[in-house]
């Protein structure tokens, strides 16, 4: 797929978006959720084509929306709340990083799923400061001195969203063709040689490690701003899972997978909430049976397959 | 003037089994150095230690007369030491023209993000690399689809991509069809000699061995029994009978 033609779809997709949410209002709430989820499995994608994959993820998630939630306290400003909770979920990303790109595969995702229940454990049980499972409502926020309220709010937030969904994705599509990306696919398949063309791959693993983290902590920021109410769940092990799986459901050819797969995933959760309340998740695993058997590229590799086709 | 790289008393057993017991070796610049000998003689292992792959429990060796042992692997080739392997380490999942393109990048600097690594200038230099080992017609072949001749070759063009001032190479003949192996080595010690690499290889045919080397280096049970031009060595009725296994009836192995 050229770069015209995902760069013509990935406006088409946003346009698509917009309209939806306008014509459906019950909508805009499912999308701004579904892009968020995108960002962090975005970075996902990241870590798959070093053939890493990270079960802990929503630690990132769950940093960047209880930074949010505490920092609107102090400071209930949107535009800086955003990108603060995302440094904050690179800084820390950084620091477990450099612990964590030292291992591959399975020692890798359970590293990181163990972390990240640590920090579960942590806002489960400091019931003082982080009001345990209940989570914390967050206060007022701001967005250039506004309310962040209402229905403008709910369209500032998906506008945010969908900004950080095409500059992020526009940065991965172009570093993923970059000397550092494709040394991040020479991870998965021959580490060694990196080593001796004086490459670290562990430096290489770090740098992606970090950017997802930060794509982790943006969607965790714009969830907390969408729900307006942290919990602990952000950061379970189920909700890392839900990661992998729509980095799955969507394909790992393209970054408008992980978007495709976001989207997918919210809207079948909802159907499937509404027509089989109770059995949502039978759903859920059937739809991601049929990607693995009949579509193992994904909503994407689905989509490549017919252009290419035509 | 010292040697390009040397080697003292470089010693290293695993268990019971002396892969290196004593080795001392220099290499002067600009000379092609085979090493010959059976197997398990130590010849690789002499190899992974320069590389910096293993650590000798005793000796030192030196590059520009800097010592080298302890360094990682990563920090030798980038003193400009590279290697190619026994068995091709290349980017399966990448095609020939990127496996190449990536080792000029890694030369070059590998923290770019936002300019493709097919940029004119890295693909320019890869595809002439390339040509220059013949393989033009391959470029765009996924690497898992080569065959072993074509592996071999590309990942000696991607030790050749990093501009080494030393390149040790693993069997590079060692895979590569018998009627098309001298072609492929006269290729190969031209493109090296006309980037003025000194060249240590380890090889097994005593043909490629006396057309190609200046000298020749026997590797026996860790040691090394007998170093000189290949006219001599590669008559040596000692060597024909342990290493070459002919008897010594004056069988005319080299053309020297």
């Known amino acids: 797929m050229t770069r015209r033609s995902e760069t013509l779809l990935a406006f088409a997709g946003a346009v698509l978006i917009l309209v939806l949410a306008y014509a459906v209002p019950w909508l805009r709430f499912v999308l701004t959720i579904a892009l968020a989820k995108g960002l962090a499995v975005l970075g996902i994608l990241l870590l798959l084509r070093a053939g890493q994959v990270s079960f802990g993820h929503a630690l990132y998630l769950a940093l960047a929306a209880y930074t949010v939630a505490f920092g609107a306290m102090a400071l209930p400003e949107a535009l800086l709340l955003v990108p603060l909770a995302a ?27 163990a972390l990240s229940m640590v920090f579960y454990s ?43 969904a095409l ?31 004086g490459v670290s791959p562990k430096r290489v693993l770090l740098a992606a490690y970090v950017a997802s983290a930060v ?19 952000l950061s379970y092990w189920t909700t890392s899972g839900e990661l992998v799986f729509i980095a799955i459901l969507g394909g790992a050819g393209s970054v408008l997978g992980p978007f495709l797969g976001a989207a997918a995933y919210e809207l079948t959760r909802v159907y499937a909430a509404a027509t089989f309340a109770n059995a949502w998740q039978l ?19 689905m989509i490549a397959r017919s252009r290419r086709a035509a | 003037m010292t040697a390009l790289l040397q080697a003292r008393d470089l010693r290293l057993a695993f268990g019971g089994l002396k892969a290196a017991d004593g080795i001392d070796l220099d290499v002067e610049a600009g000379e092609f150095l085979a090493i010959i000998g059976p197997n398990g003689a130590g010849k690789t292992t002499f190899i992974n230690m320069t590389t910096g792959y293993l650590k000798p429990q005793g000796g030192s060796i030196a590059f520009e007369g800097r010592p080298i042992l302890g360094l990682s692997p990563r920090r030798i080739v980038g003193l400009g030491v590279a290697r190619s392997f026994q068995l091709p380490q290349l980017f399966t999942e990448h095609t020939v023209l990127q496996n190449v393109a990536l080792a000029v ?39 898992d689809a080569l065959n072993e001749g074509a592996r071999k070759l590309v990942d000696i063009a991607m030790a050749v991509a990093l501009r080494p001032r030393l390149l040790l190479m693993d069997e590079p003949t060692s895979g590569v069809a018998a009627a098309e192996k001298m072609g492929i080595v006269e290729t190969l010690v031209r493109v090296l000699r006309e980037a003025r690499v000194t060249a240590v290889f380890v090889e097994h045919d005593m043909e490629v061995v006396g057309r190609f080397a200046d000298r020749v280096a026997v590797w026996g049970q860790g040691k090394i029994a007998a170093l000189g031009p290949p006219s001599r060595i590669l008559n040596d009725p000692e060597v024909q009978r342990t290493v070459i296994g002919i008897a010594p009836t004056g069988g005319a192995h080299a053309a020297a």
Request: hydrophobic letters at 55%; glycine letters at 12%; a positive charge.
């Open chain 1, 215 to 233: 794509m982790a902590g943006f969607a965790g920021a714009i969830i907390a701003l969408t729900t307006r109410h942290v919990t602990p769940a």
């Open chain 2, 105 to 143: 990048a890694a030369r070059e600097g590998v923290w770019s993000v936002l300019n493709p690594l097919l940029r004119p200038r890295f693909r320019d230099e890869a595809a002439e690399l390339i040509e220059r080992f013949g393989l033009t017609r391959i470029a765009e072949v996924r690497a």
């Open chain 1, 122 to 164: 942590v806002l489960e049980k400091f019931y003082a400061l982080t009001h345990g499972a209940d989570g914390i409502r967050l206060p007022p926020v701001t967005f250039l001195g506004r309310p962040l309220a209402g229905e403008a709010g709910e369209w500032t937030v998906l506008g945010m969203a969908l900004v950080l």
């Open chain 1, 167 to 197: 500059a992020c994705g526009a940065l991965v599509r172009v570093a993923l063709a970059s000397p550092l990306g494709e040394a991040l696919a020479g991870i998965k398949t021959r580490e060694t040689r990196l080593d001796f063309m």
């Open chain 1, 87 to 113: 440094l904050f979920a690179g800084v820390v990303g950084l620091l477990i990083g450099l612990f964590v790109v030292r291992y591959r595969e399975i020692f890798f995702g359970m590293l990181n799923l």
């Open chain 1, 283 to 301: 759903v859920l695993g059937l739809v991601l049976l049929g990607v693995i058997v009949f579509a193992p590229g994904g909503i994407w590799g």
